[in-house]
């Protein structure tokens, strides 16, 4: 199956820093990725999506200057966050499409964010 | 009320036995839809899609969607201790970008 990566795995932070999230798909080529944050318990929540190339769609209520989305090749989106706060503090992960006929995500291992 | 409800859980059962989630939703534009399991502090893992009303199976997994009801669900036969993880349902609408979650069920499998 295909495979995405996510770095870091884990990230602690101070309050006030950015902090820059990678993901990369390693055996295809994604024409679209997803970046979700998912709190203790709770399920996934769709933040943004990219598309290569182009600027990223950001959900209602995220705020697209705090979480900056580059897409800049077909294997490799990085999610941003500026300026990190305590409430911040969550798990992403991302998930990548490949190709435009296919419904199937496949989903990163995550990042743990703490910020101190 | 949210597009796709999922009972939380936790849903416990003793190793061996047939573990049944499920999960309904309320837009008929949902088409596909997907089964995911994850483990705590990992990202989620596809396990079962499909995009017809019936079964579809693999392995151990049966996948049933009813889009008369607006029903899906998920039967783990002969489970085991390391099928303990959340499972998620997930659906999509034609030609449609992003997933819906439902909420997630806990599942824990005793030895």
């Known amino acids: 199956g295909a495979v995405v990566s996510q770095h870091p795995s884990w990230v602690i932070c101070k309050s006030g820093t950015s902090v820059k999230i990678e993901c990369r798909s390693l055996?295809?080529?994604?024409?679209?990725m997803f970046w979700y944050r998912q709190f203790p318990k709770q399920s996934l929540m769709l933040m943004a999506t990219s598309n290569e190339g182009s600027k990223a769609t950001y959900e209602q209520g995220v705020e697209k200057d705090k979480f900056l989305i580059n897409h800049a090749s077909l294997t490799l989106s990085t999610l941003t966050v500026t300026s990190a706060h305590p409430e911040d503090s969550s798990f992403y992960i991302c998930s990548a499409r490949e190709g435009l006929n296919t419904d199937t995500q496949y989903f990163g291992p995550g990042t743990r964010l703490t910020v101190l | 009320q949210k597009e796709v409800e999922q009972d939380p859980g936790p849903l416990s059962v003793p190793e061996g036995a047939i573990v049944s989630l499920n999960c309904t939703y309320s837009?008929?534009?949902?088409?596909?839809f997907m089964w995911y399991r994850q483990y705590s502090r990992k990202g989620p893992e596809l396990l079962m899609y499909?995009?017809?009303?019936g079964n579809k199976e693999d392995g151990r997994f049966t996948a049933q969607v009813d889009k008369s009801s607006k029903y899906i669900s998920l039967f783990i036969r002969d489970s085991q201790p390391s099928d303990s993880a959340t499972y998620l349902c997930?659906?999509?609408?034609?030609?449609?970008?992003?997933?819906?979650f439902g909420g997630g069920t806990r599942v824990l499998v005793k030895p």
């Open positions: 055996d295809f080529q994604a024409t679209t």
């Open positions: 499909t995009y017809s009303s």
């Open positions: 997930a659906t999509i609408k034609a030609a449609g970008n992003k997933l819906t």
């Open positions: 837009n008929s534009a949902f088409q596909y």
